[in-house]
């Protein structure tokens, strides 16, 4: 059974940082595609960013050179690298994983799977004030 348990997260002042983990277990994780989603308040889950095994990584457009994903296989930890927070980004937070890819870039966007993925952790919450 696949695993996912997050840390992190927490209440900053705008253009603060915050850096979540997430820690795999259960599986092989160095083989699955992971990512992160948020989901606002009143708003639908969305994706963030995400990585393949490869390290090869996807944001979508609003976080780009603000957030960077990362993975650490050896340790099987998830990391999310959040610099220069807006209150825009205030949300609940959540890692997840599947066996296939969770993210494309169609037409110039970045779009993201949001149903159907193996794993989710049980979200944190990022709270940022303006």
């Known amino acids: 059974e696949v695993q996912l348990v997050q840390s992190g997260g927490g209440s900053v002042p705008a253009g603060g940082s915050l850096r979540l983990s997430c820690v795999a277990s259960?599986?092989?994780?160095?083989?699955?595609?992971m990512g992160w989603y948020r989901q606002a308040s009143g708003k639908e889950r969305e994706g963030v960013a995400a990585?393949?095994?490869?390290?090869?990584?996807t944001y979508r457009d609003s976080v780009k050179g603000r957030f960077t994903i990362s993975r650490d296989n050896a340790k099987h930890i998830l990391y999310l690298q959040m610099n220069n927070l807006k209150p825009e980004d205030t949300a609940m937070y959540y890692c997840?994983?599947?066996?296939?890819?969770?993210?494309?870039?169609?037409?110039?966007?970045?779009?993201?799977?949001?149903?159907?993925?193996?794993?989710w952790g049980q979200g944190t919450l990022v709270t940022v004030s303006s």
């Open positions: 997840a994983a599947d066996h296939e890819p969770i993210s494309a870039v169609l037409g110039g966007y970045s779009v993201f799977t949001k149903n159907g993925l193996d794993a």
């Open positions: 259960g599986y092989t994780s160095e083989n699955y595609y």
């Open positions: 990585i393949d095994p490869a390290g090869s990584t």
